[in-house]
């Protein structure tokens, strides 16, 4: 019984966004992505993500017209 990591690895969070590894690199560090470190590793917690995109697809339906 595999179980999937809970976690997206930043370019895993680009590609969802459509940006390169390198741009998601740059909003991970900014804070504009939702990020945490394991150990050495900075990962995003999916839960967190998913919760920013809801959030984001929200703002941008209210505000983009």
């Known amino acids: ?3 999937k990591p809970e976690v997206y690895t930043v370019p ?3 590609k969802l966004l459509g940006i390169n590894r ?6 991970a560090r900014q804070g504009q992505i ?3 470190k394991l150990g ?3 990962v995003c917690p999916k839960a ?3 919760r920013w995109l ?3 697809e929200t703002w941008m339906a209210e505000n983009m017209n």
């Open 1 to 3: 019984n595999e179980t």
């Open 12 to 14: 895993e969070v680009g």
């Open 22 to 27: 390198n741009l998601a690199y740059e909003m």
């Open 34 to 36: 939702p990020t945490i």
């Open 40 to 42: 050495r590793r900075l």
């Open 48 to 50: 967190a993500v998913d």
């Open 54 to 56: 809801t959030g984001l």
